[in-house]
C-alpha cells in the first residue's frame, strides 16, 4: 500500500507533495510506469507483471521531489501475486538519481521551503492509497 503526503510551507503556502513506494513496469519501450490502480491498468499491463518499487520522495540537496527506483526485480511478477505475499520486500533507504543524497518521505518541519528559503513544511494531508 502506497502513501501519499501533503506538504505545506508554513510561511508562503508552498505545497510539496510526496508518495510510495508505488509498482513498476517496462512498457513495450523499456520505459518505467507505475500502476496507480489495478482496476485501471491495462491487460497487457497486467500480463506483463511489475519490475519493482519507486517512490517519489523530496531531495534536500535537489530541493524539489524526484523518483528513485528502490527495487528493481531481477524477473517481473505477478502484481496480485507480489501483494499477496506475506513479506513485501523493505525498501533500502531512497537516495537521489541525480546528486545522491538521501531522499525524504517525511517533511514534517525538517525542511526548508525552496520557494521562500524561510518558511518549514507541515503536514496538511495524508492519503493511503
Same mark, same amino acid.
Request: proline share 6%.
Given at each position: 500500500?502506497?502513501?501519499? =503526503?501533503?506538504?505545506?510551507?508554513?510561511? #508562503?503556502?508552498?505545497?510539496?507533495?510526496?508518495?510510495?513506494?508505488?509498482?513498476?513496469?517496462?512498457?513495450?519501450?523499456?520505459?518505467?510506469?507505475?500502476?496507480?490502480?489495478?482496476?485501471?491498468?491495462?491487460?497487457? =499491463?497486467?500480463?506483463?507483471?511489475?519490475?519493482?518499487?519507486?517512490?517519489?520522495?523530496?531531495?534536500?540537496? #535537489?530541493?524539489?521531489?524526484?523518483?528513485?527506483?528502490?527495487?528493481?526485480?531481477?524477473?517481473?511478477?505477478?502484481?496480485?501475486?507480489?501483494?499477496?505475499?506475506?513479506?513485501?520486500?523493505?525498501?533500502?533507504? =531512497?537516495? #537521489?538519481? =541525480?546528486?545522491?543524497?538521501?531522499?525524504?518521505?517525511?517533511?514534517?518541519?525538517?525542511?526548508? #521551503?525552496?520557494?521562500?528559503?524561510?518558511?518549514?513544511?507541515?503536514?496538511?494531508?495524508?492519503?493511503?492509497?
Amino acid at each position: 500500500m502506497a502513501t501519499r =503526503a501533503e506538504w505545506k510551507c508554513n510561511n #508562503c503556502g508552498h505545497i510539496v507533495d510526496t508518495s510510495g513506494p508505488w509498482e513498476l513496469y517496462p512498457n513495450t519501450a523499456e520505459k518505467r510506469r507505475i500502476y496507480w490502480d489495478p482496476r485501471s491498468v491495462s491487460k497487457k =499491463a497486467r500480463k506483463s507483471g511489475i519490475k519493482g518499487y519507486f517512490v517519489k520522495w523530496y531531495c534536500p540537496q #535537489c530541493r524539489t521531489v524526484v523518483d528513485s527506483v528502490e527495487i528493481e526485480l531481477e524477473e517481473q511478477v505477478d502484481l496480485y501475486e507480489q501483494w499477496n505475499k506475506s513479506e513485501m520486500p523493505l525498501l533500502p533507504k =531512497a537516495l #537521489c538519481p =541525480a546528486c545522491g543524497a538521501g531522499l525524504k518521505g517525511d517533511l514534517n518541519g525538517s525542511e526548508i #521551503c525552496p520557494k521562500c528559503n524561510r518558511g518549514k513544511f507541515e503536514l496538511s494531508n495524508r492519503w493511503w492509497l
